[in-house]
């Protein structure tokens, strides 16, 4: 019979090697219970259906894609599971790399879904200006 632990009650002290830059994550610092991702790539496992139930069966790489501002002003990470595209939110910790987080918060206005040349243009055309 397993004895698996279950985190959604209980907190989460193991060490565990990143799958994807090789860091070494320990719980201390992390502000929390439950360090769920990697505070130097902000990559996660995909282990968990429920928050915590380590119930997945997938085991894909969740990849750091966007942040949010929860109600509060707390800071979450949005993963994107490389394997099955599942998406998950996930609070930022205290030691998570704050260039990581400014990088993913900021790609949207470094890379704009349409040309930058043109901002001239539409500006002219939205305010009339030349």
Do not use: Q
Request: proline share 6%; net charge neutral.
């Amino acid at each position: 019979m397993s004895h698996k632990k279950d985190y959604r009650h209980a907190p989460c002290n193991e060490v565990f090697k990143c799958r994807v830059c090789g860091f070494i994550c320990i719980p201390e610092g992390a502000g929390t219970m439950h360090r769920n991702h990697c505070p130097n790539c902000l990559s996660s496992v995909h282990v968990d259906s429920e928050t915590g139930g380590r119930d997945s069966g997938c085991g894909g790489i969740m990849e750091a894609v966007s942040v949010w501002v929860r109600k509060g002003g707390e800071w979450a990470v949005i993963h994107r599971c490389k394997r099955c595209g599942e998406l998950d939110s996930n609070r930022i910790a205290a030691d998570d790399n704050p260039l990581r987080l400014m990088a993913i918060a900021l790609k949207p206005l470094a890379e704009p879904p349409f040309p930058v040349e043109y901002m001239k243009e539409l500006v002219s055309e939205l305010y009339g200006e030349n």
